[in-house]
């Protein structure tokens, strides 16, 4: 067994340790608990039932949603584009809020917010509807109509799914801008997409440190956004921030004397619910489209049934932020159409010590938790006494998201957060999905660490090679989707062409997703990382994920991070840059027995041959690690936008660091 093993046998029960030990040795897996699949939302056969009319199924969870016009349509499809459910018509606002009050709910916990100073209060259906429906009528009064756009760029606060959903009320499309963008990322989304008006706060808390929102907003101003007529200012901290009078306004202004009733527009079920940005192969961000019946129709279903929700007994937690697909669709969307008791928080995992989510979950005995493997591999280097300090056998599910969780954090989770009881759902799924593709189902799914298992019932995915012809099970190729699923991106704002080619044309008929994949022999997915994350080291491909999977596999490392490097004799060299635990010091020595430990488990040609010790890795303020950065600083080149850099110091010390690794080489 590995050293990585030892160590975490040294801290579990002798049942645990068991787990631990068939899994690194013998690829044990986990089948459902039986006690866990009796009761669970998804049974045996809801994968043939629905593979043999995917269409019905995917009805019957629309048929779920509250309709003002039912649809008696499910799919157009005019390759690349879909719609779904064409002919209905719905408010998004009214199946999150208003069906759960009408059926007596209205004193349901919807939120338990927690600040990350220690502010905490919950917010329940009906006071959830009331301030949403105030502040759509205040957004009605400055002039915001159904087909406008709004920009969202706030904190993690109460105040952001109530924007969200009350420019859903009145038509509008929202444009959600992570907290954590320079001005120049607000510039750029407001410009793209035409807003008409910036909903932001005066600031946000990070790290008992004040994030200036507004005045990020004011700097995109001078930047020039022709198309925005008001801002929206929230107070979070209450601190004074400059107000241009005919442009901005407090949202206690905009609120005040409103009524908290506001009649909701009926919108198709193809109608732009919002736009959310993402990055791709060029500078220029992407708008995706998500329209309203099938979005909706993608997170109920998904969010019912990867989540095992009870919809009365469950306190449900997705650690994301709002600024992300995930935190739309499993904080916001998901949760609240199927009338969940959630938490949000505002702050850091570390913030003011490193046991602050592990304190959350206690304080509000949070059932179900989600969150990313950057996370879970952070937790994982503090250390099990901050965990320990805590009572968490209030969970019964955990949920991963965000990149392919490597075995090791798997286990580490399962064991450490879960008790070795919690079923782990670790979950597939892009901004464009909109909703989760690949995942299990807790209740009849037989797990892999490491693995996300199966399509999700009604989703098709394959692996095809370059030619596009689909791999046999044990392969490995390309992840693509060979049929339309309701909550698909509908195109690229103002952009079909690039739509077509981005995601549709290097095989006919095929949605590429982007990312690497593997298919055991048993047909379950293992994700790779995205294909531009593959490195070609002497004619064979090779996956960043593999690479790093196998250097924190030892005892000495906390986190690692690999890209490839221009090698003139090989094509590329692997690049490895390595965050080590507190007992470790970086040496030659270890550096060697990293690149040996590397060839031992993946093959010699797996071996980096560039390996850089690092406090840090840089990452953005979510957590994610920027491989764009670190391709850059391994091929020596001209470093990109850093501007969502966490700490932008990290790339200058790695710099150096990297530059006498590459003359150690030389």
């Not at 095992?308 to 499993?330: N, Q, R």
């Not at 965000?402 to 957060?417: D, K, L």
């Not at 690149?595 to 994610?624: I, N």
Request: proline residues 6%.
């Amino acid at each position: 067994m590995t050293g990585a093993g030892n160590e975490a046998r040294a801290m579990t029960t002798p049942a645990q340790t068991d787990a631990i030990e068939a899994l690194l040795t013998e690829g044990r897996t986990f089948p459902p608990p039986p006690a866990f699949a009796a009761q669970a939302n998804a049974q045996p056969g809801i994968h043939e039932e629905a593979e043999r009319d995917y269409q019905a199924f995917w009805k019957s969870w629309a048929d779920k949603l509250e309709w003002m016009t039912p649809p008696t349509q499910i799919l157009e499809w005019n390759e690349p584009f879909a719609r779904w459910f064409a002919d209905g018509e719905l408010n998004a606002s009214v199946n999150a809020l208003d069906r759960h009050v009408r059926a007596g709910k209205a004193a349901k916990v919807a939120f338990y917010y927690e600040g990350e100073p220690g502010d905490r209060w919950s917010v329940t259906y009906g006071e959830l509807l009331d301030e949403v429906c105030r502040f759509a009528n205040g957004l009605r009064a400055l002039g915001v109509k159904k087909g406008d756009r709004v920009a969202i760029y706030m904190p993690m606060i109460v105040e952001l799914p109530v924007a969200m959903l009350a420019c859903a009320r009145i038509g509008a499309a929202h444009s959600v801008i992570f907290g954590g963008f320079s001005p120049d990322a607000i510039v750029d989304r407001v410009n793209d997409s035409g807003c008409v008006a910036l909903i932001t706060a005066d600031h946000g808390w990070r790290r008992g440190n004040k994030v200036p929102l507004k005045a990020n907003c004011d700097e995109a101003f001078a930047r020039g956004m022709p198309t925005l007529k008001h801002v929206v200012v929230a107070k979070r901290i209450g601190d004074e921030v400059n107000m241009t009078e005919g442009r901005d306004v407090w949202w206690d202004d905009v609120v005040r004397d409103q009524p908290s009733t506001c009649e909701p527009e009926r919108m198709n079920a193809e109608d732009l619910l919002y736009l959310l940005y993402t990055s791709g192969t060029t500078a220029k961000p992407k708008g995706i489209k998500h329209t309203t019946g099938g979005y909706l129709t993608g997170v109920t279903a998904t969010h019912k049934l990867v989540f095992d929700l009870k919809e009365d007994a469950d306190v449900y937690w997705c650690a994301a932020d709002i600024g992300w697909v995930t935190g739309h669709s499993y904080i916001v969307y998901g949760p609240l159409c199927n009338g969940a008791t959630s938490v949000i928080y505002e702050g850091t995992p570390d913030y003011p010590d490193k046991d602050r989510l592990w304190e959350i979950v206690e304080r509000y005995k949070v059932t179900i938790l989600y969150t990313a493997p950057t996370a879970i591999r952070t937790f994982m280097k503090w250390g099990t006494q901050y965990v320990e300090k805590h009572d968490l056998s209030s969970l019964r599910l955990l949920g991963s998201v965000g990149e392919p969780i490597n075995p090791e954090a798997w286990m580490w989770y399962h064991t450490h957060i879960g008790g070795g009881r919690c079923p782990v759902v670790d979950t597939w799924w892009q901004t464009e999905t909109g909703a989760i593709m690949i995942t299990p189902l807790p209740g009849i799914t037989t797990l892999k660490p490491g693995s996300a298992t199966k399509p999700f019932p009604g989703v098709q995915a394959d692996l095809v090679n370059e030619t596009g012809e689909s791999v046999p099970l044990g392969g490995g190729g390309y992840i693509v989707l060979r049929r339309p699923w309701p909550s698909m991106l509908r195109g690229i704002y103002g952009d079909d062409d690039r739509y077509r080619e981005t995601y549709w044309s290097k095989f006919p008929h095929l949605y590429l997703a982007g990312d690497g994949c593997k298919r055991d022999a048993d047909g379950d997915f293992w994700f790779l990382g995205r294909i531009d994350d593959v490195m070609n080291v002497s004619g064979h491909r090779i996956s960043t994920t593999e690479v790093e999977s196998a250097l924190v596999d030892h005892p000495a490392v906390a986190e690692a991070a690999v890209t490839g490097k221009n090698d003139d004799i090989t094509g590329q060299a692997i690049c490895a840059f390595v965050t080590l635990k507190s007992h470790a010091t970086g040496s030659e020595e270890l550096a060697n027995a990293l690149r040996d430990h590397v060839a031992e488990k993946l093959g010699k040609f797996c071996r980096p041959k560039y390996l850089t010790f690092t406090q840090e890795l840089p990452k953005t303020r979510s957590g994610k690690i920027m491989r764009r950065l670190l391709r850059d600083i391994a091929e020596g080149r001209m470093l990109g936008d850093t501007t969502t850099l966490a700490d932008s110091s990290v790339v200058a010390e790695l710099q150096n660091r990297a530059k006498d690794e590459a003359t150690k080489e030389d």
